[in-house]
């Protein structure tokens, strides 16, 4: 064998690294949303690695809800080179604009799911009624973790307007109506995105200056400079790799880390 196919895969072998049926992959390469693969001598299609990590992207796009049209346009603007980066990039932005929109819904409908579920295994264990349990693993033991709910941190008693000041007007965050019963208590609720911050009232107060969330960040130089005009510092880090990252303290001293996946 040629020595520039000894370390590719056959379309069999390729379908089986993938997934894919090899129907699929030929599709893909007669649609153009794979470049033409090489041939053996005998005419066979050799898939080399970077074959399968187009293929491995491809997958991950369809699996969110990209269409085929958006896809051939992606493989369009690669074949353009530098030229076709900022449209690439602007179909990826879209496109995971969409995702996120379609997470939050699914979420909704989750959240409003595991009520039902939680006012059915109460109302089943008050009987004294044996409850089906969801499908497991040994390993799982009946636990499922989805996702953080949210994180809390603390803040002094009667500071409620220094934290809005800090969360909503320098982070752009949305200040959540709190249950009264949890209202009376102090402190303040912020979302955004798919990220909610908790504010409690801790008496002693203490900052936590070590222990701290860590939020992904979608433009966080944009973040830094918001962080910095409303008067607070901002600590940059490159001790991370593979992503860029800076701490700031929030108006309480607590400790807050922003980090963006550094792009390549």
Known sequence: MDTDLAETLSASEAATRTGLSSETLRYYEREGLLPPVRRSTGGHRRYAADDLQRLSFLINLRATGMPVTAMKRFAQLRLEGEQGRPGRLQLLLDHRQAVREHLAVLLRNLHAIDLKIDRHRRILRDRGEPMPEPATTPETKCVEF??????????????????????????????????????????????????????????????????????????????????????????????????????????????LEFLEPELH
Do not use: S
Not at 194 to 221: M, N, Q, S, Y
């Open 146 to 255: 989805v996702a953080f709910h949210h994180t809390q941190l603390a803040m002094p008693r009667g500071e409620e307007e220094a934290a809005r000041a800090f969360y909503v007007h320098a982070l752009g965050m949305t200040e959540l109506e709190k249950p009264p019963v949890l209202a009376a208590r102090g402190g303040c609720w912020f979302r955004r995105g798919g990220l909610e911050l908790h504010l409690g009232v801790e008496e002693p107060f203490a900052p936590a200056r070590k222990a701290h969330p860590g939020l992904l960040i979608d433009g966080l130089t944009g973040l830094a400079t918001a962080i910095e005009d409303a008067g607070h510092a901002v600590t940059w880090d490159d001790n991370f790799p593979g992503y860029k990252r800076f701490y700031a303290n929030d108006p309480f001293g607590n400790r």
